[in-house]
Nanobody, 122 residues
């Protein structure tokens, strides 16, 4: 599976962005997809994940209520809608895919996209 994240950019605090993760290769609908982020000098951290059917979603406490993950298997794409953005959300955001039904740690993900930069100004 090849993944490509896009949709990042510069936004003011309180604004919104929608990230996309487009996949190509084996049937995308059989993979759980996760979003992670990494800020400069910090470890990569879990943001959200969505099961292959879209029926189960999980969020880090830091983004719960502000971010929404969804997927359109017909388009081989997973989305991360980010609202009420804060300066501490600034990071490179990565999407990743795994065969596990649920996974919130990066070491369980096999396939990774290249990342997209999100910068939130105060």
């Amino acid at each position: 599976v090849q993944l490509q994240a896009s949709g990042g950019g510069l936004v003011q605090a309180g604004g919104s962005l929608r990230l996309s993760c487009a996949a190509s290769g084996p049937p995308f609908s059989s993979y759980t997809v996760g979003w992670f982020r990494q800020a400069p000098g910090k470890e990569r951290e879990f943001v959200s994940t969505i099961s292959w059917s879209g029926g189960r979603t999980y969020y880090a406490d830091s983004v719960k209520g502000r971010f929404t993950v969804s997927r359109d298997n017909a388009k081989n794409t997973v989305y991360l809608q980010m609202n009420s953005l804060r300066p501490e959300d600034t990071a490179v955001y990565y999407c990743a895919a795994t065969g596990y039904p649920v996974a919130t740690t990066h070491n369980l993900y096999t396939y990774w996209g290249q990342g997209t930069q999100v910068t939130v100004s105060s």
